[in-house]
């Protein structure tokens, strides 16, 4: 199943995805919003480390971006995704390469719209909180692993300028607003 409805916004920690798509909610499109992020902050809440170890972590994230996908697959409107089960099945490839097994014909059958919008490392505005630990350098790090991920998963990738949230939000829905 493809859902040309459904774009992704990816990329490393702190290249301004959350902002880009919470402003896209004020033009009235909505997205699904990162589940690592919520992962974290329900482990935060009850006095866990933020996160547990690579393989379930990402296999908690794959699960929850699966269901987020499934869970809205008969929408036909616009649906924009902070992040993906492409970026968490990533993540198990990298960390376990048996669970990874167990998913791969699962996002290898289902594909979002083939455009990826993906925001490259930007310093200026990078900054770590209680979910973002990640050092800058790791961010780069993100962004090249998911910028080679997605290109082998013949996913056509767009790079978004480093631009005001506005001229960021004019840009993608110019792109999809396109035939």
Same mark, same amino acid.
């Given at each position: 199943m493809t859902k040309h409805s459904f774009y992704i916004i990816t990329g490393g920690p702190g290249g301004g995805k959350t902002s880009l798509l919470e402003n896209l909610a004020t033009h009235g499109y909505n997205f699904i919003p990162e589940t690592a992020r919520q992962i974290?902050?329900?482990?935060?809440?009850k006095g866990l480390a933020p996160r547990p170890d690579p393989s379930t972590f990402a296999q908690q994230i794959f699960e929850l971006d699966w269901k987020n996908f499934v869970s809205n697959s008969d929408l036909s409107s616009?649906?924009?995704? =902070?992040? !993906? /089960?492409?970026d968490s099945a990533c993540m198990l490839f990298d960390s376990d390469l048996n669970s990874y097994e167990n998913i791969r014909d699962t996002y290898m059958a289902n594909r979002y719209n083939n455009m990826v919008f993906i925001t490259p490392p930007w310093?200026?505005?990078?900054?770590?909180?209680?979910?973002? =630990?990640? !050092? /800058?350098?790791?961010?780069?790090e993100v962004y090249t692993?998911?910028?080679?991920?997605?290109?082998?998963?013949?996913?056509?990738?767009?790079?978004?300028?480093?631009?005001?949230?506005?001229?960021?939000?004019?840009?993608?829905?110019?792109?999809?607003s396109q035939p």
């Open positions: 974290m902050k329900e482990r935060l809440a616009l649906l924009f995704f =902070d992040r !993906s /089960f492409m310093k200026e505005i990078y900054r770590t909180d209680d979910e973002r =630990d990640q !050092s /800058f350098e790791q961010s780069i692993r998911l910028a080679k991920w997605y290109k082998e998963h013949d996913y056509d990738m767009v790079i978004l300028p480093k631009d005001t949230i506005e001229n960021r939000t004019k840009f993608i829905l110019n792109l999809v």
